[in-house]
C-alpha cells in the first residue's frame, strides 16, 4: 500500500493525475481542478518552447507599439525570450509590455528596449498572476495593439476556459480590449472543457500551437476565421 501511494505522489507531482477521497483521477477528468504554476512548467516544454518561439518571432517581426501578456507557463518562455534581447521597435522608441503577471513582470523588469506596466489586483498564489474585478478594470480602459493568452481549455463548442472565475474574469477583459487577440495552445488542451468560458473562437484572430486541429475543432477555427499557425 505505501508503495502505491509513492507511486501516486509521484504522478501527482508530475501534474498526470490528481488524488481524490478513494484513489484518483486524470487532470483531464476534471474541469475545476488546475496544476500549480511549478507543475505546469514541467509539462509539453519542447512544445510550449516551439510556441513561445514562433510568438516571439511573431512580435520581433511587428511593429505593434503595446503588448499584453496574459499569465501562463508559455507566455513565461515568450517573457524570457523577450527579455534576452532588445525589443524595442525598428524605429528604436520601447514598446508598452502590459502583464497582470508577476512571474512575468519580473523578468521584464528591466529587459531592455521595452517600458513595463504591472496591472495590480489580487494576487492568485496558484498562478501568480492579479485577479478580480480591479485587474479586470485596468484592462477595460486601454486599448494595445496585441494581447498574447494563454487556455486551459480549448474546444469547438464550449470555446476558451479556465478554472477560475476571478481569472476569467480578467482574461474576458483581455479579450476584448486588444485589437488583435492571440492564442498559445499546445494541443493537449484541444477538446478540454475547463469550468469557465471566457471567450469565444470568434474573439480570437489567430492560434499558435504544435499540431494541427481536427474534426470540430479545426471546422470551427475555421468557420470563425481563426488563423491557425503551427510551430
Given at each position: 500500500?505505501?508503495?502505491?501511494?509513492?507511486d501516486?505522489?509521484?504522478?501527482?507531482?508530475?501534474?498526470k493525475?490528481?488524488r481524490?477521497?478513494?484513489?484518483a483521477?486524470t487532470?483531464?477528468?476534471?474541469?475545476?481542478?488546475?496544476?500549480s504554476?511549478?507543475?505546469?512548467?514541467?509539462?509539453?516544454?519542447?512544445?510550449?518552447?516551439?510556441?513561445?518561439?514562433?510568438?516571439?518571432?511573431?512580435l520581433?517581426?511587428?511593429?505593434?507599439?503595446?503588448?499584453?501578456?496574459d499569465?501562463?507557463?508559455?507566455?513565461?518562455?515568450?517573457?524570457?525570450?523577450?527579455?534576452?534581447?532588445?525589443?524595442?521597435?525598428?524605429?528604436?522608441?520601447?514598446?508598452?509590455?502590459i502583464?497582470?503577471?508577476?512571474?512575468?513582470?519580473?523578468?521584464?523588469?528591466?529587459?531592455?528596449?521595452?517600458?513595463?506596466?504591472?496591472?495590480?489586483?489580487?494576487?492568485?498564489?496558484?498562478?501568480?498572476?492579479?485577479?478580480?474585478?480591479?485587474?479586470?478594470?485596468?484592462?477595460?480602459?486601454?486599448?494595445?495593439?496585441?494581447?498574447?493568452?494563454?487556455?486551459?481549455?480549448?474546444?469547438?463548442?464550449?470555446?476558451?476556459?479556465?478554472?477560475?472565475?476571478?481569472?476569467?474574469?480578467?482574461?474576458?477583459?483581455?479579450?476584448?480590449s486588444?485589437?488583435?487577440?492571440?492564442?498559445?495552445?499546445?494541443?493537449?488542451?484541444?477538446?478540454r472543457?475547463?469550468?469557465?468560458?471566457?471567450?469565444?473562437?470568434?474573439?480570437?484572430?489567430?492560434?499558435?500551437t504544435?499540431?494541427?486541429?481536427?474534426?470540430?475543432?479545426?471546422?470551427?477555427?475555421?468557420e470563425?476565421?481563426?488563423?491557425?499557425?503551427?510551430?
Amino acid at each position: 500500500m505505501e508503495t502505491v501511494r509513492r507511486d501516486l505522489a509521484a504522478l501527482e507531482a508530475e501534474g498526470k493525475l490528481r488524488r481524490v477521497h478513494g484513489g484518483a483521477v486524470t487532470v483531464e477528468q476534471s474541469t475545476s481542478v488546475e496544476s500549480s504554476i511549478a507543475l505546469r512548467q514541467n509539462m509539453n516544454t519542447p512544445e510550449k518552447q516551439r510556441i513561445a518561439l514562433a510568438a516571439y518571432e511573431l512580435l520581433r517581426d511587428s511593429d505593434v507599439g503595446a503588448v499584453v501578456l496574459d499569465a501562463g507557463t508559455t507566455i513565461e518562455i515568450l517573457a524570457d525570450r523577450i527579455a534576452a534581447d532588445n525589443f524595442s521597435l525598428k524605429s528604436g522608441a520601447d514598446r508598452l509590455v502590459i502583464t497582470h503577471a508577476l512571474h512575468i513582470a519580473v523578468k521584464l523588469a528591466e529587459a531592455d528596449g521595452i517600458v513595463l506596466d504591472l496591472v495590480g489586483g489580487q494576487v492568485r498564489k496558484m498562478t501568480w498572476a492579479a485577479i478580480g474585478a480591479r485587474s479586470a478594470e485596468h484592462y477595460a480602459s486601454i486599448r494595445p495593439d496585441i494581447a498574447f493568452i494563454g487556455v486551459n481549455g480549448l474546444d469547438a463548442e464550449f470555446g476558451l476556459s479556465t478554472p477560475g472565475l476571478n481569472e476569467a474574469i480578467v482574461k474576458t477583459a483581455i479579450v476584448k480590449s486588444a485589437r488583435r487577440v492571440v492564442l498559445l495552445c499546445d494541443s493537449a488542451k484541444f477538446g478540454r472543457e475547463s469550468l469557465v468560458r471566457f471567450a469565444g473562437l470568434e474573439d480570437v484572430d489567430a492560434i499558435i500551437t504544435d499540431k494541427a486541429p481536427e474534426g470540430d475543432l479545426a471546422a470551427a477555427l475555421e468557420e470563425s476565421n481563426v488563423e491557425v499557425l503551427i510551430a
